[in-house]
């Protein structure tokens, strides 16, 4: 316990313990101040933390704890008719004692680079930011550890490159990490595999490291933006958020959003992301403009233009200002709706937002796709249009939370079973963008109820636009209870893969036997498959059936591909002939449908 506990505990003086708690606590006597010009709802109060404030809370619960704490400190009372709270005797006498932060004395970030026309960068780090595709997919999710303070890291990373000068001794390096920093051997061991990692040191003997030529880059006059390029170097999703930043002003969870949609960063917390912001902040690439709200500098805006050609992603490719209409044909539409269900599942304070965003995702995968909502009716109703003997519907509850999961007091399972015996669907489903605790998942295997979070609705997604399977395949993800597993659907689609390289192999295979003076373009079906055999492409060689089927399939009048000559077949034309009449099919599919969704 603190001195400051055990002195409560002496004096059991609860203005002294409200006092701590206001020293340590956002948005406390502030609470008092607002109940003094009057009695006040919780509704209200939540809007001036966040309007007046710039409190990032999407749900009452942080109101809820400082209310409940003021009302055991006997500083307000609750009037449960009115629905009101109002400041007590005590309260206003605290209140007078310690005052409140006035909102209006709130100073954001004020971008001190507005000024700037040129970037001030070093030439050798601004080269640093020419990647190859093999460096960009070498990039690291993790930092690594330092020691200190993450606003001070470039700082720190310099004074250990100027220890490692020359070849140094592990142990001085634990000796100078422990007076410095109390840290422990470990600690300096995960320190230096992070330095190597960057580049920043190299290991010269057994037990000794030295600063490379380009840790002796350090410090330059540019220091923060080109300690910010090596990172960028070796870490992912560094100057790709510039990349976001550029098309409009993200939040925290925003980004995180984009950084494992589009670039595959992935954290359990938000630890690494932060990270990154500060490095970025501390260059004056990027400003606070809001709580946790971030948006590009000048200095910031003038850089992306300098090397937005080596930025990984298409984003800055477009003008800032520039609105393309995104349909299912847009490259980056996929991501885009990936995006929305992953932000929307955890809008809570707007549950139609992530049920519009499931409408999107779900008709990805070849769903008829109906949104309810509402009292007394499911959200999503799914219909999987097959032959009658195989159609099946199902009813989808999403459950949008601002945590990390939803458990089981948030789901009232009678209800969605009713939605599914009032629907007549034949499954019921719920997604959220994770379900916590071991309760859920038992009661939803009792209730044969299928849950979905947000990363396999991604991955099925994903796999979808990859190797599309037919609705009957899907129908295998909602026979199941509890957690889904997406390894039901293996077979299915290694088959479709192992028929696309059967289709592409064909048709190379005849295509080059057109100039073979022996054959002169025209093969039976054994000669195929005796050509075909010791493919290395297939784990198991195709039988003759198998080639029989394709065959029959690229020589179909539809298709085309190929022609057919008594037992013997030949090649008209080439795989990019083919591929261009399969293009013009999908297209033909897409023009009235998909095509026309936009996502807002």
Partial sequence: MSDEIYRWLESLDNMYLAAILNANVKFFSEILNILLKGPTQIQQIRDIALNNYHLPWKEKSEIHNRLAWLRDLDMIEYEDFTYEYKITEAGKKFLSIVGYFNHEDIVMDIDSTIDEIEVPISKWALNLCKLTETEILQRKNGIGYFPGNVNSMHDTVYAYLLLMNNPTEVQNIRNYSAETYDIKANSVSALLTALSNLDFIEKKAKRKYQTTELGKNFPTENFEIDFACCINRKCNFVFEILAELYQEDLSIRQLATRGKVSYGFSYKDLNELRKRLHILKNAKLIQEVNTELYSLTNRGANFVDLIKEDIVGETTKKSKNEHTKTTYEHPSFIDKCLTEIRLSSQASS?????????????????????????????????HASTAPNSAYSVSVDAKSTYYSGVSDSSIDFDTIIEHKNKHETNYAAIVSI???????????????????????????????????????????????????????????????????????????????????????????????????????????????????????????PLIECVGKVKESYYAKGSLQDAAQKFDFYLKACRNNTASQVVLP
């Avoid at 499931?358 to 949104?371: A, K, M, R, Y």
């Avoid at 509402?374 to 999503?380: N, P």
């Avoid at 190797?467 to 293996?490: A, R």
Wanted: include cysteine; hydrophobic fraction near 40%.
């Fill in 434 to 556: 994770n379900f916590q605790g071991d309760r859920v998942v038992d009661r939803a295997i009792n209730r044969g109820v299928a849950l979905i979070n947000v990363d396999s609705l991604e991955k099925l997604i994903r796999w979808h636009t990859e190797v599309p399977l037919k609705l009957d395949s899907y129908k295998k993800i909602f026979e199941q209870n509890g957690l889904i597993n997406l390894k039901v659907l293996e077979e299915d689609r290694n088959k479709i893969i192992r028929e696309g390289l059967l289709m592409q192999a064909i048709i190379k295979c005849l295509s080059d036997q057109s100039n073979d003076p022996f054959t002169q373009g025209m093969v039976q079906e054994r000669e195929i498959y005796l050509l075909l055999k010791y493919d290395k492409r297939f784990d198991m060689a195709p039988d003759v059936d198998e080639i029989t089927s394709m065959l029959a399939f690229l020589s179909s």
């Fill in 350 to 382: 707007d549950p139609t937002r992530f049920e519009k965003a499931l409408q999107i995702g779900f008709s990805l995968l070849g769903f008829n796709v109906e949104h309810l909502g509402g009292a007394g009716k499911t959200d999503i109703l799914l």
